[in-house]
Structures are given as C-alpha cells and as structure tokens.
C-alpha cells in the first residue's frame, strides 16, 4: 500500500510542476509583452545581417552558461552521490523549471536533489547551496567593485563630506567581501555555530552540516571559479543583447552597469510571479542612473534595455525551465517510504 501511494504522489507532483511550469512562462510572456512590439523588432532586427551574428554568438553562450552550472553542480554532489555530466546537465533544466513557480528560487535546490538515486536529500540541498553562495559572492563582489568606481562620477560625490562617504562605503563593501569570503571558505565552522547557538537541536543538525567539511578550500576555490567564468558568460550576453538592440554602450560601462543591476537583483528578494518585472524594472533604473546625461541614453535605449533584459530571462531561464519540464516526470520525489530520505 505504502509503495502504491509514493507511486501516486511522485506521479501528481510530476504533473504538478510540469503544468505549473508551463503556466508560469506562459504568464509571463503573455502578459508582460506586447506581440505587435516584437513583431516590430524581429522585423527590424532581421534586415541587420550584424543583428543575426550578435544572435547566433548569444544563443550559442546559453549551454555554455547551463554547462558550467552543470559542472559546478556535479563537482559538489559527486562527494555525495557520483553522477554523470548528462545527469548534472537534467538537473540544472530541472531545478530551472521546479524554481520558477516558488519564491527566490528555492525550487533549484529541490529540482536538482531529486534527480539523485542515493544520496540524503538534505545533504544534498545544503551542498547544492554552497554552490548559491559562490555565486552569491561573485554578484556581490563584481557589484561592489562596480560601486566603488562609478560613485564618484554620481551627484551624492559632489555633497559636503562625500570623501568621507566614498572612504566609509569602501571600507564597508570590502568588510562585505572579505566576510563573505571568510564564511565560505570555512564552512566547517557552521557545526560549530550550531552547536554554540542551537544546542538542543545541535545533535540533529550535526548528521547533516558535516557536509560542509567534505571540501577542502581548493574544492570551494574551483566553485568560486566556475562561478565566476558564468559570470562572465551571461554579463556578456547582455552586452551583446544591448548592442544588438543598437545601444552602443563601450563595454566597460555596460559591465559596471550590469555588475550592479545583478547585485541589485542578488538581494532584492523575489517571488516568481513578479520576477521578469522585477528584472525591467531594477535593469532600467540602473542603466538610467548611469547614462540618463550621457549621449547614450534616449528613449530607444530605455526600451533596449528593458527588452534585452526580457530577452536574456527568456533564454537562459524561461526555454531550459521549459526544456527541463520533459525530465520532471523522470523525478521520483517519494523515496523509501518518505520525501526527504532521513537516516
């Protein structure tokens, strides 16, 4: 009986994701664009023959984007479980595709454990958040960087005591950094702070967190890596976007905007529903506190910049998540009885 239900239930969360999946991008794109609007700019873009090779070089960056993922994901999980890179690779679509319908993305951790035959699903959940955290360090950083350089050319520089302002601000970011990049790279220390802070509960949590200790700093070190050469890869699709959009922006000022747009969206926290209009909204604010007084900026560029920022979630998220429906019914969530796999 117990085997006819986990049958039942692995097979109704299956279908569950998979048409929440499908509503969702629907939604989005149904919504939030007007069809006449692209028809337009498809139009305008296909007598460009340079627009057609700025549009082969970004789709051929979204598997390279999914592959590194996929690499960082495998190097993680393999001290649990080991898997293949195809396997990695179904696990990405999925996590893409479970995440879209729950708040800050929560289901790529879920979408992606569930693709494991063996491994505890909540070991699994926090070795897969290490890899959250590198790239979480890598917005924060790049942002950061950013931050530091264009602040002095913005109008807060010119009040009184900006000096010190500036001095504070790079004194606080690199303190943001440098602790972040502490935490990381020892983990280790998270069994201790459990046991320092929630000593009833420590013996529990401690069967769990000894993950943290299976990678050594040059494990952590490859992941941050990784991390950063995706960082490189999507930064660099949206400036490719933007020029073919005709926003002629040098590529050094679209990174720093880009650095900050992505650190604004790191801790900006989200609900799937709103997030394609979080996405236009954050990129326009910042490309237009940047270039507003610049010759760069006109109403053609605002309108590039929210479409490229539509166009990249389309195709780096909303296309695998949908690709990735295909291997949700694979997923078996009910295993041995129970959804988590507790030993």
Known sequence: ???????????????????????????????????????????????????????????????????????????????????????????????????????????DYLGKVFVLNHANRIESILVTIIGSIAQWIVFIAGGSLALIIVFPSTAVFQQPNALMYYIGLIIGLLLVVLLSLGVYFNLRVAQQLVTLLFPGLAPRFKRYIHVFSLYSGYDLLAILCISAMRYIVFTFQFFLMLRMLSFSIPYTQAILALALMYMALTLIPTIALTELGVRGSVSVGIFTMLFEHTDYWNEQSVMAVLLAS??????????????????????????????????
């Not at 390279?64 to 690499?71: G, K």
């Not at 080991?82 to 995440?99: H, P």
């Not at 690709?323 to 030993?343: A, Q």
């Open 1 to 107: 009986m117990k085997a006819k239900v986990g049958k039942t239930t692995n097979i109704v969360l299956r279908i569950a994701i998979m048409l929440l999946t499908i509503a969702y991008v629907y939604k989005q794109i149904h919504h939030r664009l007007e069809w006449d609007q692209w028809k337009q700019v498809i139009d305008d873009l296909s007598q460009n023959r340079v627009s057609v090779w700025f549009a082969i070089a970004i789709i051929a960056l979204v598997p390279l984007n999914l592959f590194l993922e996929s690499v960082k994901w495998k190097r993680l999980i393999d001290r649990l479980e080991k898997v293949t890179y195809n396997r990695a690779f179904t696990a990405v679509l999925t996590g893409l595709s479970v995440s879209m319908f729950l708040p800050n993305r929560v289901g």
């Open 310 to 343: 539509v166009i990249i979630w389309l195709i780096n998220v909303a296309v695998p998540a949908l690709t990735g429906v295909f291997f949700v019914y694979r997923l078996k969530f009910i295993r041995n009885g129970n959804l988590w796999n507790r030993k």
